[in-house]
């Protein structure tokens, strides 16, 4: 499966060729500090303009504990670019999702190779995005199944077949009827659910999930979930 990259990503990932592969590596490892902690605006408000030094992007960077290096590597670095600090947010914010939905799809090592290959980079920069992907994507599909909300999920299902087969007003009758007894469980916490429904309903039932498991594998639907992811 590739990962399929709106205009919008390939511009804000369009300046890592230009910049050192240390920068990428720091900009990646950001990236992931901010699917742990989340992003924070206060890094660069006050820096978004385009007169913002270099040094006022790697002080916020550092005083909010999110670059690793030291500053004056990360002067020496983005000094030589004069890069803004609203490059250096779209920058961080691109890595974030290509690394986030490559690891939610637990894209392969080829596939993601394939996937960034329409961004032009160069086989250097590929190879260091490749292997930040796959140092990371573990911590990265743990830390989004603790971000997704907890919902009941299945645990068990017993099922019983009643028929009725006459009664006072109808001596011969076949009725049949299915009593289901659903286990979900919920936080750790085992929920039952006791539901009843004759064939015909549940065959309808069964029909509408196998058509809508369908539809979720066609071009259109998958078009329409890559834009609500």
């Not at 983005?78 to 986030?100: C, D, F, P, R, W």
Request: aromatic share 6%; net charge neutral; with cysteine.
């Amino acid at each position: 499966m590739l990962l399929v990259l709106s205009d919008e990503h390939k511009e804000h990932l369009g300046f890592l060729p230009e910049v050192d592969s240390a920068v990428v590596g720091e900009f990646g490892r950001i990236a992931v500090e901010f699917l742990r902690k989340g992003s924070n605006p206060k890094i660069y408000e006050g820096a978004a303009s385009k007169s913002s030094s270099a040094s006022l992007i790697c002080i916020k960077l550092f005083m909010y504990h999110i670059i690793f290096m030291p500053v004056q590597t990360c002067l020496a670095l983005t000094g030589k670019l004069n890069v803004t600090a609203e490059i250096v947010q779209h920058g961080v914010e691109g890595l974030m999702y290509l690394l986030s939905e490559s690891s939610k799809l637990m894209i392969s090592e080829v596939d993601f190779q394939d996937s960034v290959l329409v961004l032009g980079f160069s086989e250097e920069l590929n190879k260091l995005l490749l292997q930040l992907y796959l140092e990371n994507r573990k911590e990265i599909r743990l830390i989004l199944s603790e971000l997704a909300p907890s919902m009941p999920h299945y645990h068990n299902l017993e099922w019983r077949l009643d028929a009725q087969l006459a009664s006072r007003a109808l001596r011969q009758q076949v009725k049949p009827v299915l009593n289901l007894k659903l286990q979900l469980d919920d936080n750790g916490t085992r929920r039952t659910h006791l539901l009843q429904t004759d064939p015909a309903t549940l065959l309808h039932l069964i029909q509408e999930l196998e058509r809508a498991l369908a539809e979720v594998k066609t071009n259109h639907c998958r078009r329409i979930l890559r834009n609500i992811k």
